[in-house]
């Protein structure tokens, strides 16, 4: 299988409900990125890893807790989230250290009620 | 403060209507530019990298075009399956010297058959 994986696709939980999120790369890539995407809102970035250290945390919520346990995957941990967190989850990778681009998933469709 | 903005935010073509898409960013340090494309429930699929002002690049009916200010992604004789949201974003050097991807909102392209 090539490219960037994400389970599940949609996610319906509510609020006191933990779950997670799992990303998988089959790029090669060092680094992985979560980001958050709203209707008309630009990509939001969450989290960034690069050889498996977490290297930005964007001032996001401490309900959101993300783990790199190796180069190729990445996950995103849920507790106690709020209806304003509902959105489209993407995670991304790419070489880092260059101008390259990030390649996404497909994303987790995320319903907070 | 850098800032990617693109215009229009959307656009009803007819097929074979050629027209163009534009990506504005006011940042500093400019290292490259990206298109991706996006379809409904699915990540961002990558496009083009542009590194420097003059550089062109194509792929099939699409042509990504660069100035200093602005990026343009034209479109020659669109088909239906060109509708999609059309994303941009600019890497850049922040003022501490690190780098920053920013996202532009897309513009949602339709094109009518």
């Known amino acids: 299988e090539t490219g960037v994986t994400q389970t599940p696709r949609h996610l319906v939980m509510g609020m006191t409900n933990k779950k997670s999120l799992k990303c998988e790369q089959h790029?090669?890539?060092?680094?992985m990125y979560w980001y958050k995407q709203s209707a008309k809102k630009p990509l939001e970035l969450m989290f960034v890893?690069?050889?498996?250290?977490?290297?930005e945390n964007n001032s996001v919520p401490s309900r959101f807790s993300p783990e790199c346990p190796n180069s190729s995957h990445l996950f995103l941990h849920l507790h106690t989230l709020q209806p304003e967190d509902s959105a489209l989850y993407l995670c991304a990778s790419r070489r880092d250290r260059d101008i390259s681009p990030l390649h996404f998933g497909n994303g987790t469709r995320l319903t907070v009620t | 403060e850098d800032q990617v903005t693109q215009s229009p935010e959307a656009l009803r073509l007819q097929e074979g209507e050629s027209s163009s898409l534009n990506c504005s960013y006011t940042v500093s340090g400019l290292r490259g530019l990206f298109w991706y494309r996006q379809d409904p429930g699915k990540g961002p699929e990558f496009l083009f990298t542009?590194?420097?002002a003059g550089e062109e690049k194509e792929k099939e009916r699409l042509k990504a075009t660069l100035t200093k200010k602005e990026s343009f992604l034209h479109i020659t004789a669109p088909k239906p399956e060109d509708s999609a949201t059309y994303l941009c974003?600019?890497?850049?050097?922040?003022?501490?010297?690190?780098?920053?991807?920013?996202f532009g909102k897309g513009t949602k392209l339709t094109v009518n058959p």
């Open positions: 974003a600019v890497q850049a050097v922040t003022q501490g010297g690190s780098e920053k991807l920013v």
């Open positions: 790029l090669g890539h060092n680094a």
């Open positions: 890893y690069s050889l498996e250290e977490r290297v």
């Open positions: 542009l590194y420097s």
